[in-house]
Structures are given as structure tokens and as C-alpha cells.
């Protein structure tokens, strides 16, 4: 309930029970005065009617009934009346409604002196004028009882008296003193009729109380609504303050207290108006700095995303470069050395053997100089590549420890490659791993349009045999490898520890190379190239050696790609060319015969000066020209053709002849070779050493065979040590061997015999026919 209405209620409460009270006070007065009005009026016309006194004293009744139907006249709430003598014996009863009845004047008069009225009331059973709901409100009916003495001046016991004299006698007023009681009237007034009287005035009364207690409660009303709308409109406000949606000032009239509440609140207002619009800046500046701040994080996190990804790259990226060897992808030497020295430590623990092999490609330089090092590139991928797919199909003879320690294949730099063979059964079976890897090497390979038959020389350490840790291991290997290319490329060979006395310091190589010539130290050898018809030798191939004063013969291969390098092959080729060709004079001189003499060209020395130096030695030793062959390989063809075949065409023109050396292990080209002007081709060793062998090589060999002979050139095939090797080839059409099967290469002296005619007829007639 608010304040107003609780207000309100209390002020209707007051008004109303005023206006009760009020008009229950008006009534009860209303109603006493009607009453006393009443009884005083009976009273009066009872005590001054003579007609009724002398009306008494005669019992005159016809006058006594008019007198009493006046006096009940008087008023409608008398209900009875009842005239009595003296001795209160009834003369006369009135009571239609009968509220007076079996009531005794005596009973009611009891105690009362004769000449004094009475009043008693007395409740009645019976309603007068059957007004029952009045009677009934007002708590029953009531009846008054007045009973009133008739007076005489006449004593009432003398007798005789007429009824004029008595008339007479009450008018004259000298007697009046000395009255007596005659008789009674006695009145029966209904207390619910004279309420019945006054009614309407009641009634009135009522409305106006009704009005003023309406008219109050609207006043009350308004007064309160004026006092409590403002302490609302400030309940409002403190509540609008609590939750902050408070804008404008407070504009409020009222009491002076009302108005001071108002003026405090307004000024907390301002106060937290400019609080809030304080606060509200504050939150937006922090709202942006947490945005900026938000945004750079953001860019940060993204920075240093970024940066972690680029670390991950070059992380990755060092460790293959570290790790793995950039152009083939395999492990390089330092993942090699790492994972073998691991191997190592394992195969020792568990007592296993282990296999490394020693991979170098015979020739390769000479590819990579003459197609370009782009070429020599792929080359070396697709070499990979064949490794890789041959050692992983060779499971069967060697076992992995796990995928972490398989490191097969590595590529220690340039042409060199080492194969690990883990958990090895026996050391035989590494040898069938290289045998795979050479058939699997030397099929020819397409690298820029050229096909290349690429041969490699393996060299084979065993741990713990040959070697216990990865240094010398590898040495080993290295070592054993080398011997392999001596023994003519194409091959492998197991490391054996007579392999080392032929050690050699590069370094101290280099510097003995440059000095080699002029202290004399090169030799050249000569390996005869036999006619298997007659038995004939039809010529030599100088080959070149090096007496090295502490080394002892140090043979081609391990000083030739050096010279080559060192830019001393050209030194040494002139003095090579200078020497066979004075030999052959010298020879010829002592009578002996010797057709030609074949030099080998390395692609580094073939150019133009080397031409002008051919004529001017050929001249210089006084040798007919034809007489000197010179070898050149395949790859000087590609280099740059149309000066490579100027060149030719210059030696040509001399009159020298040309041989192409090595055939088959560089690039062949049919179109090529039937444009240079050749007049041999020496099929190379590889081919001839696994005659028996492989099938393919068999294969290659009679082909090349053919091709000579289709392009009309003369065929040596070079390398022949067997019989087989021997019945094979000519049995394809090779007329012109060379090869340990006849002699290895000789010094001067030692060739000298075998030029006599028909020196090798015999050895050839031994030779079984198939
Ligand atoms: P090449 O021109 O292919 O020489 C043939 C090689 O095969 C020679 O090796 C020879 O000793 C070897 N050989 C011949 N018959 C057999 C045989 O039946 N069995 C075996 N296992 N080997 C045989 P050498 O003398 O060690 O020469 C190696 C290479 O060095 C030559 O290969 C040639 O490319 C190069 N070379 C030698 N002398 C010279 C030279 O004066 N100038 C240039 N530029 N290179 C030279
Ligand atoms: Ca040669
Ligand atoms: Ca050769």
C-alpha cells in the first residue's frame, strides 16, 4: 500500500466514523426531543382540558371517547390509550394494534404518588403500524408507558355536584391550589414510530455525513497525491540513479524539505553525470588502447608465427644442407660419417660384420667437361637414383637396423659414392651387391638427348676385417677403389692390404707433376694392337707413366685428371706425342717395323695449338703422318662439334689418323660419329671384361662391332685378358686386339721383340676354335 493511499484510508476512516458519530449524536438527539416533545404536549392537553376532567368525573364515556381520539391525534406513535377513574378502573381503552396489552395501570403506577405522572418503557412483542425492519434495527420495540393524573379542583367525593356546576367551579381561577386526582390517562407511545418519525430528518443527516465523507476523501486524496508525488518522483529518481539511466535534472515543487531533497539529489546528479561521462571517456580510451593493443599482439603473435616458421625453414633447410647432399638428396659425408660411425659401434657390440663401398664413376669428368656441368648434374641424379632402387632390392644379403640407421646410399662429393651394407652374413655377399650396382649403372642413361653408358669402380672394405672405425674404413674402401680403376674401371675389388703400398699424398703430387718433365721422370709404354690374322703387331698405344722417385711407377690414372687440372696435360701430352713419335723412328731406325703408334688426347688439350704442335713434332721427328694415331674419347665430339670437327678436319688435313677411344662409356651418337673423319674406334674395356658375363655387354659389344664395321672403320677392341674374351670378339668380326691376353703395356726395350713379323701367329693358332 503507498503512503497516498494508506493516507487516504485513514482520513476516509476518521471522516466516516465523525460523520457516525455525528449523525448518531444528531439522531439520538432528534430522537429525545421528538419524545420529550411528545410528553410534554400529552402532558399538557391531559392537565388542561377541562372537557376530559369533567368528562372523567361524569364517566361521561361519548365525551371521553371524543377527548381520548384528540389526544391519540396528536401524534401517530401513540399507539394506545386508556382512560381510568381514581381507583384505576378502566373507562375507557383505545389499543387497535394492541402493543398495551394485559398491562395494569396499577403495576405501572406502582410507587408513584397519585398526583405525580409516570413513564416507564417496556419492550413489546408487537410492532406498532407492523414497521418490523425499523423495530428490528433499532433492537426491538419499545413501548412508553405515560400515565397522567386527571386533576380536580372539586373534591371528587361531594356529591351532587351538576355537571354545569362543575364547569363553573373550574372557571373560576381564585380556587386554583388545591387539586385532586380524578382518574388516569394512560399513553402507550411507540418508541419505533416516533424513530419513524424523525426518519427523514435522519436521512438528511445521513446524506450530508456521506457527502462530507466523500468530499474529505477527495480533498485527503489530492492533498496526499501533492504531498507523495514528489517523494515518488524521488523514489523514481533514486531508483533511476541506482541503475544509471539518469539524464536531465530533477524539476520538482513541493515542500521545502521536498525541494531540498530535490536540490541534493540534482546536485549528487551533476556529480555523477560528470562521474559518468568521466568514466564514459576513460572507457573509451581504454576501449581503444585495449583494441591497439590487441591489434599490435595480433600483428606480433603473427610476426613471431611467422618467424617461427621461417627459423623451421631454415632449420630444415641447414640441417639438409648439413645433412644431405643438395643435388642427389642422398646423406652427405657428414650424415655418412655419423650414421657409419653409429653402425660401427652396433655391428662391434653385436658382433656383426658390415660392408662399406667405395663408388667412383670412371670417366665422369670427362662427361662433365664435355657436355657441361648441367649435364654431369643430371648425370649424377640419375646415378643416385639407380643406387638408391638397387641396394633397397638388395635386402636379401644385407639387413637394417632400422629405418633410422639405413643410410645406404651417400654421396661423399662429386662422383664419389659410399654404399653401407648392415648385418652382413658374409663378405661375399657385398661383392654380388656391387656386381648389381655396375650392371644396374653401366645401362645407358639419357641425359640432355645423349645417350651415356656411365661405368663405375667400386672398392669394398669389410668391418672388422679390413678396418674397426669409420677413418679407416673408408680409406680402406678408397684405397681398393682405386685399384679397381687401375685394374680398368668397370669393376670392384675387395680392399687386401697390399694395396697400400701405393699410398700417395696429393699435394705432394701436385708439386712433383709440375716438375716431373724436366727432371725426366715420365715414361711412355707401349702395349702392342694385334692382327688376329697374321699375328702381326699392326701398331701401339703409347701410355704414359711416371717414375716418381719415391713412389716408384705411378700409373695414368692417378696423375692424368690431375695434369688436367693443374693445366699440365697439355705440357704433357706435347712431350707424350714428341716421345712416340721418336720412339717410332728410333725403332724403324734399328729396322724394325712398326706401322703406327696410336697417343692419347685428353678433351683438355684438344685445340687448335694442339694441332699446329702435331705438324710441327711430326715434322720435327721426320714421321710420315698416317704413322701416328691419335686417340681421342668421345666426349671432345661434344663439346662444341663444329670446332670439334674443324679441328678433326685440320688433323685430317695433316694426314694423322683419328680413333675413338673408349667407345660406348661417354654418349654415342650415329650422326655424330658419321660426321667426324675417323679411321678407328676402340670399343672400350668395360664392355670386354664382362663378356662372359653380361649378356647386355655381350650384346653392346657385337653391336658396336657392327656399327664399326657398317661405318667402315677399323675396330680394336682394348682390355682382352681371356681366351673367351678373345674367341667372343672375333668371332663378332674384331679383327685388331689389344689386350694382357697379348701383353700388357711394355717399356721400349720390351716391345722391340714383339714386332717382329708374325710374333703373336703362334699364340693365336693356340687358341681352341669353338
Ligand atoms: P686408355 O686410353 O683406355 O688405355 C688403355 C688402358 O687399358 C691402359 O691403362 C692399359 O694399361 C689398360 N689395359 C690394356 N689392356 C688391358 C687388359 O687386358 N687388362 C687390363 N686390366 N687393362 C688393360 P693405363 O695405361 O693405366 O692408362 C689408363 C688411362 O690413362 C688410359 O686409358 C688413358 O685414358 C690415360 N692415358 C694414358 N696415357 C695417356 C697419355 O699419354 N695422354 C693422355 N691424355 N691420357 C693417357
Ligand atoms: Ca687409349
Ligand atoms: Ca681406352
Known sequence: MTVANKISSLIVAITLVAGLLVSMYTAQREYRAARDNLLRTTAFAVANTPRLQLAVYNRNLATLRSEADEIKALSPAIGYIGIHDIAGKSLLQKDPSGIAQGLSLLKLRRGVSPLDPSLTSLPSEIVLDNRVTLALLLGGEVVIHQT??????????????????FGRELARSSLEGSRHAIGYVHLGISRTALWAQILPSLLLVGAISLAFVIICLVIAHRITRSITRPLERLAQLANDIGSGSVNSN???????????????????????????SKIDVDHHLLSLKVEERTRQLSRRNEELNEAVREVTRTKNRLREMAYFDSLTALPNRRLFTEQLNLLIRLARRHDQTLALMFLDLDNFKRINDSLGHAAGDLLLKQVAHRLSDCVRESDVVAHYVDSETRIDVSRLGGDEFTVVLNQLEQPESAGLVARRLIESLVQPMTIDGHELVITPSIGIAIFPRDADNVEDLLRAADTAMYHAKQGGKNNYLYYGSEMEASGLDRLQLETDLRRAIEREEMRLYYQPQVDTVTGNVIGVEALMRWQHGEMGLVPPFKFIPLAEELGLIGELGSWALEEACNNVIA?????????????????????????????EVLQEAGLEPNALQLELTESIAMDDATTTIALMDSLKEIGVRLSIDDFGTGYSSLSYLSRFPLDELKIDRSFVIDLDKSENNAKLAAAIIAMARSLNLELVAEGVESVDQYRFLTHEGAKIIQGYLFSPPVELEDLKPMLDPFHFAQQIQAIPRE
Open 587 to 615: 725403332l724403324r731406325k734399328q729396322g724394325l717395323k712398326l706401322p703406327r703408334v696410336s697417343v692419347n688426347v685428353s678433351p683438355v688439350q684438344f685445340n687448335e695449338a694442339f694441332v699446329n704442335r702435331v705438324a
Open 148 to 165: 397522567l393524573p386527571v386533576y380536580s379542583l372539586i373534591k371528587p367525593t361531594e356529591g351532587g355536584i351538576s355537571v354545569e356546576e
Open 250 to 276: 530533477l524539476d520538482l515543487h513541493g515542500s521545502n524539505e521536498i525541494s531540498e531533497i530535490a536540490s541534493l539529489l540534482n546536485s549528487i546528479m551533476g556529480g555523477l553525470k560528470n562521474y559518468k
